[in-house]
C-alpha cells in the first residue's frame, strides 16, 4: 500500500534546516514502512551504468554485466549522495494503475527504497534527490508496507 508523501521542516540550529518526509502511522501488520518508487529490474541496470559513468567518467564501462548488476545500487547510493539505496518489495493494495506490470509480481511491487521509517533522520533523502529520480522514472515515490522475503 502506497501513502501519500508529505515534507516538514526539521531545524538543527538557527542557521541549519533541511526538510524530512512525515513517517506514516505504523502498519497493522508490524512491517516497516518503507519510502520508495517503483521500479523495473532494466531501469536499476540503466541508471546504474549512467551513475558509473559519471563517477567513473575516464574509465570505460565494464564488460561484466554481473559487476553493473551487483553494484548498480552503490553506483546510484554514490552518484545521488543517497545514504539509503536498496531494492525490496512492498504490499500493493488498491488502484495500482500507476505502476507498470512489470514492476509486480502476487500483489507485490519492486521499490527503489529510499528511506524505511526506522532510519534516522539524518537518513532520510533531500527533496532535490528524490525529485532526481522520480524524474529519471517518471514515477512518483510513496510509502510502501514492507513484504519481507524468506
Known amino acids: 500500500m502506497s501513502t501519500a508523501v508529505e515534507w516538514v521542516p ?10 524530512i518526509l512525515v513517517r506514516p502511522p505504523r502498519s497493522q501488520c508490524g512491517n516497516r514502512r518503507l519510502f520508495g518508487i517503483p521500479i523495473v529490474k532494466r531501469e536499476l541496470w540503466d541508471m546504474g551504468s549512467a551513475a558509473f559513468e559519471h563517477i567513473e567518467p575516464d ?3 565494464p564488460d561484466d554485466h554481473f559487476f553493473i548488476a551487483m553494484n548498480s545500487l552503490t553506483f546510484l547510493k554514490i ?6 539505496c536498496i531494492l525490496s518489495h512492498g504490499k500493493v493494495v488498491g488502484d495500482s494503475k500507476n505502476i507498470p506490470p512489470e514492476c509486480m509480481s502476487s500483489g507485490k511491487v519492486l521499490l527503489l527504497v529510499l528511506w524505511r521509517d526506522t532510519e534516522s533522520d539524518a537518513a532520510c533523502p533531500t527533496p532535490s534527490q528524490v525529485r532526481s529520480l522520480e524524474k529519471k522514472l517518471g514515477r512518483s515515490p510513496g ?7 524468506f
Do not use: C, D
Open 59 to 61: 574509465e570505460p564501462l
Open 79 to 84: 552518484y545521488h549522495g543517497l545514504r539509503v
Open 10 to 19: 526539521l531545524t538543527y540550529s538557527s542557521k541549519v534546516s533541511r526538510y
Open 143 to 149: 510509502w510502501w508496507v514492507e513484504v519481507p522475503q
